[in-house]
C-alpha cells in the first residue's frame, strides 16, 4: 500500500489525490477493497490516509452531486 495510514485521523474534504478534488471517500483500490480518504488536503504530496467507515460519505452519487447541493447528494431530503 502506498502512503501512510493514519490511526484514528479523520478524513480531511476536499483533498487533493491525481490532481483531482475530492468530496467523499473513494474506492479506488489504492489501499485494498476498502474505502479510503486523505487526512491532509493534499493527498499528492502528502500520501497520508485512512479507512473509510460507514459515517463517511462515499464516492458515487454523493461525488456527482454539486457542492452547493445542502444535501451532500445522499439521500432524498
Same mark, same amino acid.
Given at each position: 500500500m502506498k502512503g501512510e %495510514? %493514519?490511526?484514528g485521523e479523520p478524513c480531511h474534504f476536499p483533498f487533493r489525490y491525481q490532481r483531482k478534488m475530492h468530496h467523499s471517500? $473513494? #474506492?479506488? @483500490?489504492l489501499h485494498g477493497c476498502q474505502s479510503w480518504c486523505a487526512t491532509t488536503k493534499n493527498? =499528492? #504530496?502528502d500520501?497520508?490516509? +485512512?479507512r473509510c467507515g460507514e =459515517?463517511? #460519505? $462515499? +464516492? @458515487?452519487a454523493a461525488a456527482n %452531486? &454539486?457542492? &452547493? =447541493?445542502?444535501s451532500g447528494g445522499v439521500g432524498g431530503e
Open positions: %495510514a %493514519a490511526s471517500c $473513494l #474506492r479506488d @483500490g493527498y =499528492d #504530496r500520501h497520508k490516509w +485512512t =459515517d463517511k #460519505r $462515499l +464516492t @458515487g %452531486a &454539486s457542492p &452547493s =447541493d445542502p
